[in-house]
């Protein structure tokens, strides 16, 4: 019985660990040939609070050299609410 416990237990704990939501959405696109290069930037909160968080357009273009955009993707994962992490995905030349 104890054993059926502490595996249920276990069980419960690791189901509350691993659970996420992970959502990527478009953001712009141009008429610019695709790229090959990729740019990204992001940062991660806890319990709601952001500090020196920079996923902006701006700093992945810096991060990928990219001369021009040709598309914008951000991306935002959540772990219970917990942790948020923040993305932002930017292709080009």
Request: hydrophobic share 35%.
């Amino acid at each position: 019985m104890k054993l059926a416990i502490k595996n249920s237990a276990a069980g419960i704990i690791s189901m509350i660990w691993l659970c996420g939501c992970s959502l990527t959405e478009p953001i712009a696109a141009t008429s610019n040939p695709t790229g090959d290069k990729v740019g990204v930037s992001s940062g991660t909160c806890y319990f709601g609070i952001c500090l020196n968080v920079d996923a902006s357009i701006n700093s992945a273009v810096k991060n990928g050299n990219i001369k021009s955009i040709t598309t914008v993707d951000y991306r935002t994962t959540n772990y219970l609410g917990i942790i948020k992490k923040y993305e932002c995905i930017v292709t080009g030349n």
